[in-house]
């Protein structure tokens, strides 16, 4: 099996990157599959929310990476949702000494080429802005998903996460792609989250993907799994919140299957 590099991104904050990237995580290797986060945001939440104290200002993060450690001691093993490359604020002052060198936007993705072997899937979660270590995930992935608050106002953030996909596709990663948009925090009782499935799938086609089938409901179970630094999956196995993520993962390898089968017959013609 070829290791999947999928970021999860979007260039509004506060639509569930970090929560949608920990429990993907947690529910591929529910199935026995062995992953990697990677947590490409200096606020860090990804980080705290596996249970890192992301004030220690001795916590290895990524930036030891970009400053030349070797990866591998770099990496936190075993926390509630796997491995785990963290993030904290060291990072904020260091983005624009990395952007100002030729090169270093590709050092996530050569760390990502010596780690392949180790793990099925690796998972970028990404900053709400187009930052350094943004675009550096996007040139490492192999596809992005893209979570979505039930709101009109977010819809114009996906148009300008496409712009940048594209302009990454043209300059640095020609084989990037979108996997799906997902709906998170959704409450399928009101007329405006109906309303809102309509004009999201038109703005999917312009974004040459699709919505996912699952939604991530509104639930307070979420947020207390993540204070108690435990998977879903773990905290509340019976509940229809973790129905809702093992479907969304259930999807995911159904997506990615898809893509490679499109791959190789793109690749037989």
């Not at 990866?71 to 260091?94: C, Q, R, S, W």
């Not at 773990?234 to 259930?250: E, L, R």
Request: hydrophobic letters at 40%; glycine letters at 4%; proline letters at 3%.
């Amino acid at each position: 099996m070829t290791t999947k590099r999928i970021a999860v991104a979007n260039s509004k904050g506060g639509v569930g990157k970090s929560t949608i990237s920990l429990e993907l995580a947690a529910g591929l290797r529910k199935r026995g599959y062995k992953t990697l986060l990677v947590d490409c945001d200096a606020q860090g939440s990804l980080s705290a929310g596996a249970s890192l104290d992301i004030e220690d200002d001795n916590l290895k993060t990524i930036k030891d990476i970009l400053d030349g450690d070797n990866p591998e001691n770099v990496i936190y093993h075993d926390t509630p949702f796997g491995d785990i490359i963290a993030n904290n604020l060291k990072m904020f002052n260091a983005e624009q000494v990395y952007s100002s060198q030729i090169g270093s936007n590709k050092k996530i993705k050569k760390t990502l080429n010596k780690l392949e072997k180790d793990y099925d899937y690796i998972i970028l979660d990404c900053a709400p802005a187009f930052s350094f270590t943004t675009i550096s995930a996007f040139i490492a992935a192999d596809t992005i998903i893209v979570p979505q608050l039930a709101s009109m106002f977010s819809l114009i953030s996906m148009r300008q996460l496409k712009v940048m996909i594209d302009l990454i596709k043209e300059d640095e990663n020609p084989s990037l792609d979108i996997l799906g948009i997902i709906l998170s925090k959704w409450n399928p009782r009101t007329r405006f989250s109906k309303d809102l499935l309509t004009v999201l799938d038109e703005v999917s086609k312009e974004m040459d993907t699709s919505v996912f089938d699952t939604k991530i409901r509104t639930a307070i179970a979420i947020e207390e799994s993540i204070t108690s630094h435990q998977s879903i999956y773990d905290y509340a196995p019976d509940s229809k919140i973790t129905q809702d993520f093992t479907a969304f993962v259930d999807e995911v390898l159904a997506r990615l299957k898809e893509r490679d089968d499109r791959k190789e017959k793109g690749d037989n013609n």
